[in-house]
């Protein structure tokens, strides 16, 4: 599903941010990504969404090309991706239930077809009593399931979530955990980044361990690859 | 659909910045139909001299009505007249008083005396102006000679001139209109950076993000000129009964609706350009 091959991404201002990074992740794999902070895994993910690409090396996503992959293809590529990212990135003039539908929006689909799914989504990652609530006025963690729910609008093959428990207490954290592993259950591939040593320890999925942009360590776990099913099995 | 309705949300969240881009385009457009106007009616007004080649030769007081006789006689050998009137003192006196009929006072200060006779020479063609007036101006009798000559030169001169300054006009405000629509978009543009940054995140096309900024160029440019050229055209309507009087003779009046719908259709035209291309350039810079 995800092949890394050889990769190095270093920045102009000569900083190294992934040196010569190699692995595969199947498809139905839930992975964590653990390392310090400015080890190199958010620009793992930028390099998955093609927000950035590789100095060196090859990426290649299920059929798609990353390395040489068109500006004009990078959209469809990320309807494939779903991302949580570490700051949410969600715009704090709309609602809930607005921010969900935006990526439908801005992917041009048929708006009854976008309510519908959004209905389901919002249901699914139990925030639907506030879909009318604009996202200061929502807790860490609901705005994490909202960042969530977001992800999940093209219902993707993979979601990338960067650092999802990062600012949250245990009790959320786990509660976090769950939903994902729940969308993991479902056949989405799950790659997470975090620091969460208890959650990584507590699960024992797969581990790739990035240390000053080198893969260290690639720890398989026991956790075993969900079967992949369709959209509305999934759901 | 979607654009249109992110373009209606953009201007109604900041009305002040919109009404500023559409004041200037107003502007822009206003001289621009102005202009129009003045270059075709005085092109209108040139034609109308060009197609009528007359002269006129106003005789001294000395002249007797058998010298203008044989003057009239020796002109018409020439073949080239195609008509002449005689204008006496006092046709030319009537003439005076019915111009200035509301006006006693001018009527009280001229006499017939005063007022020289003159005879008016149509030629078959312009060219021919040349030969008849230098053979009026020879004449001992002749005090002076006009024809339309001057009077076109005259116009095409001021014609010009008014060409010119308009064309400078015009250029000057379209470049300060392009600026300020590229200000407004372009503020407007980094307002909403995050959400652009967010929006290329989720999958859209950059034309997703560009359409309603184009729209939004498009129809500032379109309504300024709409505005600019109701105010231009209400304004040659309203004084076209002054222009008549003034013009008289000339078929300018009544002006044709076609002539005015084309000025419109060329000029919102011009207009989506002008929006199109500010509002490109605004968007450029993080769209690249």
């Keep these: 599903m995800i092949q890394f091959q050889n990769v190095t991404k270093q920045y102009p201002t000569g900083n190294t941010a992934l040196d010569d990074v190699t692995f595969t992740i199947d498809r139905g794999e839930f992975v964590f990504v653990v390392g310090p902070s400015g080890s190199g895994k958010t620009t793992l993910f930028r390099l998955l969404i093609r927000d950035a690409v590789p100095s060196s090396g090859s990426i290649h996503i299920g059929d798609w090309d990353l390395v040489n992959l068109p500006k004009n293809k990078i959209h469809e590529l990320r309807k494939n991706i779903g991302v949580v990212f570490q700051d949410l990135k969600l715009l704090r003039d ?22 519908d799914r959004v209905e389901q989504i919002i249901e699914r990652v139990g925030i639907a009593e506030h879909r009318d609530k604009f996202p200061v006025q929502l807790s860490g963690g609901e705005l994490q399931r909202a960042a969530i729910a977001r992800a999940l609008a093209f219902s993707p093959e993979i979601i990338l979530a960067d650092e999802p428990t990062g600012n949250l ?67 | 659909m979607k654009a249109t309705k992110t373009t209606l949300q953009h201007i109604r969240r900041s009305p002040y910045q919109s009404l500023a881009a559409v004041s200037i385009m107003m502007l822009t457009f206003l001289a621009i139909t102005v202009f129009a106007f003045i270059v075709f ?31 009239r006689h020796q002109l018409d050998q020439t073949g080239m007249i195609s008509s002449s009137k005689f204008v006496s003192k006092e046709q030319a006196l009537e003439i005076y008083k019915a111009q200035n009929k509301n006006d006693p006072l001018l009527l ?168 199109v291309l500010a509002s490109s350039l605004a968007v450029l810079r993080y769209l690249k």
């Design chain 2, 41 to 71: 009616g005085s092109s209108a007004v040139i034609n109308f001299f060009e197609s009528k080649p007359q002269v006129t030769a106003f005789f001294k007081n000395e002249a007797t009505q058998q010298n203008i006789d044989d003057l």
């Design chain 2, 108 to 275: 009280d200060l001229v006499t017939a005396d005063i007022l020289p006779a003159s005879l008016e020479i149509s030629t078959t063609q312009i060219e021919d102006l040349g030969p008849v007036s230098e053979i009026l101006q020879k004449s001992p009798y002749v005090s002076e000679v006009v024809y339309q000559k001057d009077i076109v030169s005259t116009l095409t001169k001021w014609t010009n001139a008014l060409r010119i300054i308009g064309v400078i006009l015009i250029v000057v405000l379209t470049g300060v209109s392009i600026f300020i629509m590229m200000t407004v978009i372009g503020f407007k543009v980094s307002q909403k950076r995050e959400e652009i940054e967010i929006m290329k995140l989720l999958s859209a096309t950059n034309w997703y993000i560009r359409w309603p900024f184009m729209l939004e160029g498009i129809l500032y440019g379109a309504v300024g000129t709409v505005v600019g050229w109701i105010i231009a055209t209400g304004g040659l309507l309203y004084f076209s009964p002054y222009l008549q009087s003034f013009l008289s003779g000339i078929p300018i009046f009544p002006v044709s609706p076609i002539f005015f719908i084309a000025i419109l259709v060329g000029e919102l035209v011009l207009a989506i350009l002008l929006g």
């Design chain 1, 169 to 235: 207490d245990n009790a959320t954290s786990w509660e976090i955990i769950k939903l994902l592993q729940d969308i993991n259950a479902s056949g989405t591939t799950i790659v997470m980044a975090t620091h969460n040593a208890d959650i990584v320890n507590s699960l024992r999925n797969r581990t790739l361990v990035i240390e000053k942009g080198k893969l260290t360590k690639d720890q398989h776990g026991k956790h075993k690859k969900a079967e992949h099913k369709t959209q509305d099995e999934g759901n």
């Design chain 1, 94 to 115: 709309r609602t809930i239930y607005e921010n969900i539908m935006f990526p439908l929006e801005v992917g041009d689909i048929d708006s009854q077809e976008a309510r």
